[in-house]
């Protein structure tokens, strides 16, 4: 869409990147209708004349796709990563190992790598470890957010790192070895960046926005304004320890969103 349309119908943030993509398609409204008219036709069903075809795109900047296409249309945004990594790693690991456990081959190589993978129990970490692997990639921690990419990337990784060492070297100090040479791709700023612009299209029903619906429209029965209450004294309490540690210049681009965040949807 134009910068005209983007300014009218979205509150937001632009960076100057997004009103340079803006002010160079800001002539593009005849290519706009005209693909949005193949989109339609092929999307009709074949009684209709169409394709009965489903297209499915991606992009990082959903805050500036055209209102024809986004309107009553867009999924969930959020960026290319699991919501879960830590989780989704542990998993591709497992299923890593299984493969190469299975493929069929007189390729000395990969018989190496089968008999030395044989020893190797992934389920014997402690909930502790498999609570600190799932709370190191979650999407806030300071140091950016690791790309579905590199969770795919760091299973690799860990395999290589556990063929080199030694077999009396536990599997998860190759795990973490592999996350310790792995940057994340992607930085505290693009992150908080997308959780933006996923807010812009998409209302976040935790408990607290649901009890909160339900009280301004008068619905909320006695048991759940307790619940309420109990939510608003929580988050009264997280605003306040942000809003000092704000004064004291300690709050990471993360912090800050949070307590912006907090501040908004505050009753």
Not at 26 to 32: A, E, V
Not at 87 to 107: A, F, P, S
Request: negative net charge.
């Amino acid at each position: 869409m134009t910068y005209t349309q983007a300014k009218r119908l979205l509150n937001f943030n632009f960076t100057p990147e997004d009103i340079k993509i803006l002010n160079e398609n800001s002539d593009n409204i005849d290519n706009i209708n005209y693909f949005k008219s193949l989109l339609d036709e092929c999307s009709k069903p074949a009684a209709k004349g169409g394709y009965a075809t489903s297209f499915v795109f991606s992009s990082k900047n959903p805050h500036l796709i055209h209102p024809d296409f986004r309107k009553g249309k867009m999924e969930k945004i959020g960026f290319y990563r699991p919501e879960d990594a830590g989780t989704m790693l542990l998993n591709m690991i497992k299923y890593q190992k299984e493969y190469i456990e299975n493929i069929k081959t007189n390729d000395p190589i990969a018989i190496y790598k089968q008999n030395r993978l044989k020893n190797i129990n992934l389920d014997d970490l402690s909930m502790q470890q498999i609570n600190d692997i799932r709370n190191f990639f979650e999407v806030n921690y300071p140091h950016g957010a690791y790309s579905y990419d590199d969770i795919i990337n760091l299973t690799f990784d860990t395999f290589d790192t556990i063929l080199i060492n030694d077999p009396k070297i536990p599997w998860v100090n190759c795990l973490h070895a592999a996350i310790h040479n792995r940057s994340r791709s992607y930085t505290p700023e693009q992150v908080v960046r997308q959780m933006e612009i996923a807010d812009l299209f998409e209302k976040r029903q935790d408990m607290y926005n649901i009890l909160k619906n339900k009280f301004e429209n008068g619905e909320i029965s006695s048991d759940e304004l307790m619940q309420f209450d109990y939510h608003i004294a929580k988050r009264k309490v997280q605003i306040t320890i942000l809003e000092n540690l704000e004064k004291e210049g300690k709050l990471n681009v993360y912090d800050k969103y949070i307590l912006k965040k907090l501040k908004e949807e505050d009753i």
